[in-house]
């Protein structure tokens, strides 16, 4: 039977590093400052808005919000980036996504400053995560996977990971990230020929395609570690479920995390953690950003 990896654990030991970590920089005057710029009232962005202010106000990070009118027009909408942009006094902007159709969501993605992108929706910030480098931020939900491994003592250096999944929000980042800590790493997607041949000879699998369900005993082996990003409604069973089918996943794994309760419990956690890294970068290097 497996261990099952919960993420509130996790959360709750990053926590107490960014409150020390945020104390710290307010004994400075620095106040760590996240921006939610929020257009319209839907549903999914209400919940994670809430979420994430309610882990700002533990972790000691202030919380701005701007909300616009869903018929908000683009001259309005690109004013109020650019003056989250500008402001020395926020330190990361979040900006749900998608846009309203009328707004140009390619255009406002590549005009967040990269310096204050805490959810890693930039080039910046992707090119950072994939050069290994501090520019920008990872994806929280990619980091997230990550911070769960590091908690549980993986040890990364050697072992076969498969990431099932090669969106621009999991997959690949996390794919990278992975390599970066010197695991080999296979990435399977849509057009691979017989995926479950390739998860079954891996020693982690993390489960990001968004697939409810998809991956079940044939795709498995004993022993393995099962890390699943994804999160959806399962109508017929009346639950939410992720990328794992778990009774069958249960029984063969070493570790696996449960959805819900695994990786997105660390989410909003991690988006906590890149405001204050972004406060302590943008303190050290004071000064406008200009695009």
């Not at 020390?20 to 009232?41: F, H, K, N």
Request: charged share 25%; proline share 5%; net charge neutral.
């Amino acid at each position: 039977m497996a261990e099952i990896w919960k993420g509130a654990p996790v959360a709750a030991a990053l926590s107490e590093e960014i409150a020390a970590e945020a104390a710290a920089l307010r004994e400075r005057g620095v106040e760590p400052t996240l921006a939610i710029l929020r257009v319209g009232e839907r549903a999914d962005d209400l919940a994670y808005e809430r979420g994430a202010m309610k882990r700002a106000e533990k972790v000691g990070v202030a919380v701005r919000n701007l909300v616009l009118p869903a018929d908000v027009d683009s001259e309005r909408f690109f004013a109020a980036l650019d003056g989250l942009n500008r402001d020395p006094g926020v330190h990361g902007i979040l900006m749900f996504r998608p846009l309203p159709k009328q707004l140009d969501g390619e255009k406002a993605r590549r005009m967040l400053a990269p310096e204050k992108d805490v959810d890693g929706c930039t080039d910046g910030s992707l090119a950072g995560v994939f050069t290994n480098t501090a520019l920008g931020f990872p994806p929280c939900t990619a980091q997230a996977a990550m911070e769960l491994l590091r908690y549980y003592s993986v040890e990364l250096k050697g072992k076969r990971a498969v990431v099932i999944g090669r969106s621009l929000v999991i997959g690949r980042p996390v794919a990278m990230m992975l390599m970066h800590a010197n695991a080999t790493v296979t990435v399977c997607h849509t057009r691979t020929a017989d995926v479950p041949a390739i998860t079954r000879e891996a020693d982690i699998i993390v489960a990001a395609s968004g697939q409810m369900e998809s991956v079940g005993a044939a795709y498995l082996r004993p022993g393995q570690i099962l890390i699943d990003v994804g999160i959806g409604w399962n109508e017929e069973k009346q639950k939410l479920c992720g990328d794992l089918r778990f009774e069958e996943a249960e029984p063969l794994a070493a570790a696996l995390t449960p959805v819900p309760g695994g990786v997105g419990n660390v989410t909003s956690t991690v988006l906590c953690k890149h405001v204050v890294e972004a406060a302590k970068r943008q303190s050290a290097r004071p000064g406008r950003i200009e695009n």
